[in-house]
Structures are given as structure tokens and as C-alpha cells.
């Protein structure tokens, strides 16, 4: 049995950098690799901040004991090693290594650990099989990008709570264990054991908590808190996730953008060094709706849809002509220089539209003062040299034309433009593009109700200037509701909250609430509101999506941890798992339908 | 409809103190109380900072409108109001108020909101139904105490994480959603959708994932942790828990707890100004039990219990005879300046030591050179005066002897300690003192299942010179776990972990697993342990409970912003509750036994 050496470390090995050559230092870490040279051992010693070259030698000084020893190593062996640092001759200086002019001349060394040969290499860049790296996460973990990421969500954490502290933000933990709610996405359910046949449910978010510390006077809070969603999960969905939850009272909508603005500036600042410029552009729903066929837009490349109803509506076109007397919309982009594109590659684009429900896509490409298209011949040249001065269209470029309902050519050339923006080579990797999209519609009609139902949610605040439509003309009527966009995701949405018990009944009149309704459905929390509620309102934001916008991962996973694979299994822990007959007993609950697999082999939670 | 003030406050309450007489300030709040005094009105504005006196004179520029206005605010009404600060008349100077040098003459003000009576004043040492308060928590969370408690635990955790973060530790999230365990308290499950008949299980703490970190390389871990126990609840105990987890590689046990000490420094010099002494006394877990009958001794003050088996083995008096002979003890401690108490007064300390299933408790009262004891005859001057003299008892003082069977007679006098410390007045109330408690048993030895079981978990190392004892005399060895403890409270527990199969397998062994026992219980996490696990060991802090100490509170539910009642339920929102049965349905569930209760009034959580 070895014991513990009388110490594992006196630096880590990017510190030996800073000490004198000749300097006595002990590391401690894993062999990340061994190189034999007969008479000489190279060991590249890992640890977390970075990689050394150990130096075995019996002409340098290495006892022999010392080399046997050294000879016994495999990858990922975790060993403690001691000797001076040395400067390396020039000729051996590895430029590929943060510590390539320096090498540890081993004097003494023990083996802390063995390690079995590792499913695959811990390196950047491997081909492995996600569901390997999963189930080994712990290894997949050693890989120098993971711990980047790791160590980035750390930093844009502590960067948040760093900007929220300095200005009386208050962290305030609200519990997991919450009640079901008859609105939003399916929740998780917890069965009681002390209260038979009643449930928890794990919260979607802290929403109903964060208003309720509002009323409590508590005026600034945050949370980094934990939420989840029982959705079926797509590719890159993860069934818990965390938010950073924000909620604020007595400042304006105008103060509190600007204020998370600088934290957004704040925490580029201090973790990749970027200086992101403030304040960020502000873009109405229905504009970027128009402009660029999404809620979200990239704006890291301009590419705008323009509108041609008016230029084209009496061109003898049926397609555009249905369209438009359909209450359509005929819309185009441009994809500038592939004037020449094959046929086969419009296709291809017309295929990708049609994913989207659009029925077809026209191509008029721009040659000088030519314009060459299957439907050309429809138009007169001063339609097609309106439609190509709409468009934004010059020589060599290529316009290409939706037409159809207005929602699904909007959702479809907006994705159009997304793809073409990625596949053109538009897209600068290194910008990052902030804004906010605003003034979302407060309701929508919603037709198999056959009433109109909360945009975002009952507690949304209408403008001001809006408010007297609520009766009027529900539709029209604008949220003070307001999503933060990074390069075409949606990092973050909020909105400011009624807090008035008048405006509060106008509002559930305008959903076809009964005041009955409203109580069954917001019991409590109607009642918290009459004790003298503070204007308040807030935003939360996807800390997972922000971590991998950060730092270029692929996968929300790649941010994560411990993830879960798309049907919310844990390959590591293989959690779910069946649970025992008791367990199931105390909770006063039974499994319907097919009889049980058999029990799996167990993952241990010691505690301690 | 009220729209908007212009400008919602540019100073808090407090911040008033520090403007030149005559500034325009504008102010956010609520009503903490109204005085009308005919023809002018006072007005206590509140906001998170503080209280400040607002002021509607007629004859000192207050428009007609605005006293008609300030005329129908009540308690908790939300205002904004304009107005400069002026200095008090000296004799109209508050000084129980920390503005009380200054208000503020209102010359704007709007009322934001109303407010319903409140069903408590919202203040402090309010003598109201803990119900009550539940039921009400955002009224309950407005008192001045509570808005401390919440501010008191941000101050905590923000310092807490300013220390390791300095230190390079990562805080890392680990998953909720995880695996049931076969060990350990019972698991809080959640039925999965897609995998019908698993089950998630909440953790008990990340043990699990906070090892496998450092099988990552992640080297220095932390994580302020929600975890889960579905205990029977005591009346302090909480469903959900937050814990500091910590976890490091290649520090040594008492670097790893010099760290520690220092962090506890960090915490009470930066939130509370109070400096603690490092190192803190170690005490061995056999020394504590036998000197103070706890593991977790409140060291405020002294008290000791005293072996007297040696003096009084030969005198004649039967019980402690007996309790000698069937290897028991005989342990005394010293209620000091308390000889004179009344037989009614020793009789209660008897009935309570009861209650711990102690026999009875004999008094021996010092007076001068005498000692009065209905056992007094049993023994001998000598005898007497070697009690007293092992004891420390001097003149005044009332010696108290139990005698039985070890861990009833350490518990019963272990407690005794306990309340005379306090019914005595013995102790500081503003102390903190800290101590280890270290040198636990590894293994203690279960009738029930007639073999040795872990102490603490099977993973605990075990200290290095009692190793050899593993098969030998499994009882003796001692683990390499620590608690720290504070005022009697046990604060934070953990141990260096085994990180090396030869050794873990010997732990099995003496444990009576099979190889195959132990894969099937600790499955994937004996298999990561494989690829080069670290030396490494850790921690686990109660953060609520650390905070309910620093801040002096008398329950957990404190500290805790929306805590659950001793029968799991939250009074506010009442969860748990029932589900539709749809809801069961795609679980994969039904519930049994009696039927269902009607549904209550539901609470809403709308998203965003």
C-alpha cells in the first residue's frame, strides 16, 4: 500500500513557467503520454491547467529505482513527480506546447493511481461516437475543450452574479418542489408520500416566485435557477435546463433594457475580452417579421426580404396574382453573386422551401442589364428592373422570389435567408450580434378556442398607448414584451407585468375570463396582488445557449455536464431506472401496462 | 388608468441621508404608516433600504391636490412621490429612525397602487401564526427581519464563492434529474414519459457526480446544490436542502481543512465583521463523546463530563456498581453556583435526562467543606471530595452523576450539558465556535444485518496507520472524515475518499460484499474509479443552516424564502396537489387507495 507522498504539489504545470531555471518543483497529474527512447523517458504530465514534459535520464540524474518506476507508466496514470525545471536546449523547444521551452528533470516519482487503456483519446478533435463519450463522461470530460467549457460557463456565472450584485440584485433560491399549474408546457411530476395521491411539479420557471418577491418588496432579484420541461425532446433539448431569472420593480421598461445591456456588454468584457456596443439595436416584431421572416433574426449578415406585391400585382402571373388576391405576400432576397447557379442548385433551394409548406421559389437572375428566369416572360422590363431595384439586386446577383400565405413565406424565406447566409459565407464566426426584438403582439386569436388567448402570458403589461384597444381591437393591441437575440437565437425574453387590479379584470374580459375562471386558475396569486403590488417586470435568460454561443459549441450537451441524450436518458448513471415495488408502495402508486423490464445494473449515491 | 410616472425614483430611502439639504429627490415605496395631524399629513415611505419621513404641509408648498391624494393612502399603498430633502427641526428629530435627521416635503405624488389591509403589521416580533405567515409569505417577507435574512444569505453565498473562486475551484452544475440509489435516505422519484415505468430520482447530493469530477481532472469542484430527502420531516427540516458541495484533488486532509477554516474566516469577516481564530480546535470523535456526550459539542462553554468509574467503583452504592459491571460508566458534570437548587428543581433535570432513557440522575450539592447528597452515605469523605475534585466542583456548586450503559448515559449527559448551558446563561449568545470533530469510525458493526456496515459511505478512506486493522479489528479503524461544527450544530461533513481498487476491494471485503454485490450496487461508478482517479476528498456545507446561525434565527424556515411545513407542504401555494388524470396518464401511473380529493383553488406559474 503507498501512502500519501509528503506533498502532491508545490505548482501546477503552467506555473513552472514562472520560476527560475533550477527551481525544485513537485507535480501532480495524469500521463497524458510516454515516449521510450531507450535510455531516456519523456512522460507529457496533464493536469488542469495545462501540460509539462517530464524528463527521466540517468545521465541527468534520475536514479535508477526512478526509471523503472517511470517505465511501468500508461496514459492516464496519475502520478507525482519531483525535480528541477529546466530550460530546454533550443532545438528541443516544442512551439505546439504552452510550456514548450521548459522541461521537469525527475528526481523522485510515485504512481498515485493505474488506469485502464481509455475508450478513446483524451484529445480535441476526436472521432468517437457521442453515446461513447456519454456513457464514459468522465474521460470525455479530461478533454482540454470540455474543461474550456466548463471553466467558461464558471466565468459568464460569475460575470452575471459580478454586474447583478454591484447593483442590489438580491439572489434568492425558490423551490423545486412547486405546484402543478394548468398552463404552459407538460410538467415533471413528484408523487407525495405524506400526502397520498398529490403531487409536486418541478418548476418551468421561477415565474410565479419571482412576482410574488416583487410584491414582497424585495425589488431586485436574480436567480440562477434550475427549470424544466416534460417536452418531447428534440435534438437539442435538454428536460432541465437553467436560467438566469431576473425581476425587477420601479424601473422603467427604457431603464431596465439598457441596464441588461451592459451586463450582456459586462460579461463579454470580462470573459472573451469583446467589447459589445451599446445600446443594442431595437427591432418591432412586425418589422422583423417583414424583414427578415423571423423573431429572431441573425443580423451578423443583412440579406433583407423585400416586399413586391405592388410592383407585381398586375404582371399576368397566377402565381403571384393568387397570392395577392389571396392576402398573400410576394416576397424576395437576393443571393448575391449566384447569378449562375445550375438549375440543380435552385432546386435544391425550392426543395428546402418547400420543408416549409411554400410551394415554389423564382429565380431571376441578374446578368448587366439582363434579367434570365423561367418566369421573365411575364413581366415588363421596367417590372423586372423595379423588382430587382426593390430587392437590392445588381449585376451577377441572384433574386429569388416566395409568394403564398403570409406566415409560412415569411417563416420559409426567413429560413431561406438563414441557410444562404451560412452556405454564401456571409456569416463573420468571431461577431456577435445583440438585439432586441420588440412590441410582440399581447394576444393572438386563437380559433379553436374561438377566443383570444396570451401571447406570453396573462400578466403581460400592453403599452400604454395600447391599452384602450384591449375592447376595441384585441389584436392590434402591443405588448411591453421584449426578447434579447444573439446571432439568431433567442437568448433571453421578459416583459414588463400589470400590476394594477383594474387594468388586471380588462385583461382577463379581453381572454374571456369569468372572474371565477380567473380565481380558479390564479387563486393565490390574484390575492398577493391586492396587497399593494409595485410596478415591476423581468427576463430570463438561457444560460446553456449563452455558454455555447460563447464559446462555439456545436450542442447545447457540449455545455452541460452531466446531459441527457434526446429521450431524456443519462447514459452515464442510465437514469431513468425501474425503482422497487416498495418504493413504489409508499408512494401509494401503481404502473400501468406492460410488465417491467428487469432491473439494470445500479449507479451508487453514497452520500457524504 | 395611471399611466407611468416619468421617472420612478432617483434615490432610495436610505441614500436621502447623503444629499445636501434642498435636493429634489424622487422616491418609490410603500406605506409603512400615515399620521394626519389636521392640516398636515406624515407619511413613513418604505422601500428595501429603509424608512424616511415624507411630509404634506400645505403652508411648506404642498399643492391642495396632492394633500387631497396623500388624505386616501393607507398601509402598504405603493407611492411615488417628488419633493426636496430638508433637515428636521431638532426637537422633531427621530432617533430610532436612521433618517430620522431628515424628510422629504412633498411637493408630487402619485399613487402606483392600493393595498388591502394586510392581515399582519409588516414589522418585526410580530406575534402572528406561523400559518398565517406561510399563507402570506410575500406580506411575511416584507418585515424588516426577513428582508435581513434574505440579504444575509446572498452576503453568504456571494462570499463563499469570492473564496473559491480566488482558489480555482469551478462551480459546475450537476443534474437534478438523476438516478434512484439503493443506499442513503429515501429518493424523491419522477416518472419518465418516454420510458414508461422509470423513474427519475432528485439527489441527496451530488456525492456521485462531485467523485466522478474528479475522475474528470476538474481538480478543485463546487456547487451550491439543491438536494432532496424524503424523510419524515422533524419540525426544522425541509424537503429540499441547499448544500455548498466541494470537492478537490491532491490536497493533503489538513491543507484541505486549513482551506476550509479559512473560508469559514472569509465568510464571517466579510459578511458579519467578526474575526474567527484559525486553526480551530480538532477533537477526536471518542474524545468528544466521552468528554461532552455529543459529536457535535456546543464549545461556548466548558461543562466537561467526568469519568468517575475508578473513584466510586468500591463504594457501596448499587447503581453505580451495577452500571461498572455491565460495562457501563458512571459520568458526572458540574451545574455551576446551582447547590442550593430545590429538590423540584433536580427532580426536573432527572425527568429530562428520562426522556433519553437515563435512569435517574444523583445530585451531590458542594457547600463549603461539605457535600450534600441523598448518596452522600454511601460514600466515604475521601471518596467524596475525589468527586468533587475530578468533577471541578467547588463551593456552590451542584455535582449531577449518571450512571448506565455508554451511549444512553454520553446521550442523556451530552443533553443535560446542553440545557444547563443554556438555562444557566452560559453562553455567549455572540460567540461562534468552531471545531472538528475527527477520527470517525470507519465501519460500525449492524446486529440487525449481522456484518460491518460503513459509517459514512463505502468510499471513505480510511486513516493510513489503521489500515492493517481492516480485517483484524474493523471496529478500530478510524476513517479519514471530519465534521466541522459551530455552536453546537453540525455544520458540514465529509472524508478523503479511497481512490484505489487494491484498498477499495478491501473495504468490500470487509463489508461482506462479493466482487459481484459490489458491481451491482456501485455499478458504472467502480468502473470510472478504473481510468485514473486522483487522491481526493471533500465536503459538504448546510447552507441554511449556516445562515439561520450567523443571523441568529430560531428555524430553518428563516432562512429559506418559500419554505414547506413539517408535512411537506407549501401554506402559500398548497403544493402538493392533485393532478388531472390526464396528467397520470401519460405517466404511465395510476394512484391507489382512497379516492381523491376535490382540487383546490390552483396557482398559476405562466411563463416568461
Known amino acids: 500500500m503507498v501512502r500519501q507522498p509528503e506533498l502532491y504539489r508545490t505548482h501546477r504545470a503552467l506555473d513552472a513557467l514562472g520560476v527560475p531555471p533550477g527551481t525544485e518543483v513537485v507535480l501532480s497529474g495524469w500521463v497524458q503520454r510516454r515516449r521510450d527512447l531507450g535510455s531516456i523517458i519523456f512522460i507529457d504530465l496533464r493536469d488542469r491547467s495545462g501540460i509539462i514534459q517530464l524528463v527521466f535520464d540517468p545521465a541527468r540524474g534520475t536514479p535508477p529505482e526512478v526509471m523503472a518506476e517511470a517505465e511501468r507508466l500508461r496514459s492516464e496514470y496519475v502520478i507525482n513527480a519531483a525535480g528541477p525545471v529546466e530550460r530546454r536546449a533550443e532545438h528541443t523547444v516544442n512551439p505546439r506546447l504552452e510550456t514548450g521551452t521548459i522541461e521537469v528533470l525527475v528526481r523522485r516519482l510515485e504512481t498515485l493511481n493505474a488506469a485502464k487503456h481509455p ?315 445583440f438585439l432586441w426584438v420588440t412590441d410582440f403582439p399581447l394576444l393572438s386569436y386563437d380559433e379553436e378556442e374561438g377566443r383570444w388567448v396570451a401571447e406570453h402570458h396573462p400578466f403581460t403589461m400592453p403599452r400604454w398607448e395600447d391599452i384602450d384597444k384591449l375592447e376595441s381591437d384585441p389584436g392590434a393591441v402591443r405588448a411591453q414584451a421584449y426578447d434579447m437575440v444573439l446571432n439568431g437565437f433567442e437568448l433571453g425574453g421578459g416583459s414588463m407585468r400589470i400590476y394594477r387590479r383594474e387594468l388586471q379584470e380588462r385583461m382577463f374580459q379581453a381572454l374571456g375570463f369569468t372572474p371565477e375562471e380567473a380565481h380558479r386558475q390564479f387563486g393565490f396569486l390574484l390575492e398577493a396582488f391586492e396587497y399593494g403590488t409595485p410596478p415591476h417586470g423581468g427576463i430570463a435568460f438561457g444560460i446553456d445557449r449563452l455558454v455555447m454561443i460563447m464559446g462555439k459549441g456545436k450542442s447545447l450537451r457540449d455545455c452541460i455536464a452531466f446531459p441527457k441524450t434526446s429521450s431524456g436518458t443519462d447514459l452515464m448513471t442510465m437514469a431513468p431506472s425501474e425503482v422497487s415495488p416498495e418504493q413504489l408502495e409508499v408512494l401509494h402508486l401503481s404502473v400501468k401496462g406492460p410488465a417491467a423490464k428487469p432491473h439494470g445494473t445500479a449507479a451508487a449515491a453514497p452520500r457524504g
Do not use: N
Not at 420543408?355 to 421559389?361: A, N, Q, R, S, V
Open 119 to 433: 475508450p478513446f483519446y483524451i484529445e480535441d478533435d476526436i472521432d468517437v461516437d457521442e453515446a461513447v463519450r456519454l456513457r464514459h463522461r468522465y474521460l470525455d470530460l479530461r478533454r482540454p475543450q470540455m474543461q474550456r467549457m466548463l471553466m467558461l460557463r464558471h466565468q459568464v456565472t460569475r460575470a452575471l452574479r459580478e454586474f447583478l450584485d454591484a447593483r442590489g440584485f438580491v439572489e434568492v433560491e425558490t423551490p423545486i418542489l412547486t405546484r402543478s399549474t394548468p398552463e404552459g408546457a407538460r410538467d415533471y411530476l413528484v408523487p407525495s408520500r405524506l400526502q397520498p395521491g398529490e403531487f409536486y411539479a418541478l418548476p418551468q420557471s421561477p415565474q410565479l416566485f419571482k412576482q410574488l418577491l416583487m410584491v414582497a418588496g424585495l425589488e431586485r432579484y436574480y436567480q440562477l435557477a434550475r427549470c424544466f420541461r416534460d417536452e418531447d425532446l428534440r435534438a437539442d433539448r435538454q428536460p432541465e435546463f437553467t436560467q438566469l431569472d431576473i425581476e425587477q420593480s420601479f424601473l422603467s421598461l427604457a431603464e431596465f433594457q439598457s441596464m441588461m445591456e451592459q451586463m450582456m456588454q459586462h460579461v463579454f468584457r470580462t470573459v472573451l475580452g469583446v467589447e459589445i456596443p451599446v445600446p443594442f439595436q431595437r427591432l418591432p416584431y412586425q418589422e422583423a417579421m417583414e424583414r427578415y421572416g423571423s423573431d429572431k433574426p441573425d443580423l451578423r449578415f443583412e440579406m433583407p426580404l423585400s416586399d413586391l406585391a405592388d410592383i407585381v400585382r398586375d404582371a399576368p402571373f397566377r402565381v403571384f396574382q393568387d397570392a395577392i388576391a389571396q392576402g398573400g405576400v410576394v416576397k424576395a432576397l437576393v443571393a448575391p453573386g449566384c447569378a449562375g447557379w445550375s438549375r440543380k442548385q435552385t432546386d435544391e433551394l425550392v426543395q428546402f422551401v418547400g420543408t416549409f409548406g411554400m410551394k415554389g421559389l423564382a429565380p431571376i437572375a441578374v446578368a448587366g442589364e439582363e434579367f434570365r428566369s423561367p418566369i421573365a416572360k411575364f413581366f415588363s422590363p421596367e417590372q423586372l428592373s423595379a423588382i430587382a431595384g426593390r430587392a437590392g439586386a445588381g449585376d451577377g446577383d441572384l433574386i429569388l422570389i416566395g409568394a403564398g400565405p403570409r406566415a409560412t413565406v415569411l417563416q420559409a424565406m426567413g429560413a431561406l435567408r438563414s441557410k444562404l447566409g451560412h452556405d454564401l459565407g456571409l456569416i463573420d464566426p468571431d461577431a456577435f450580434r
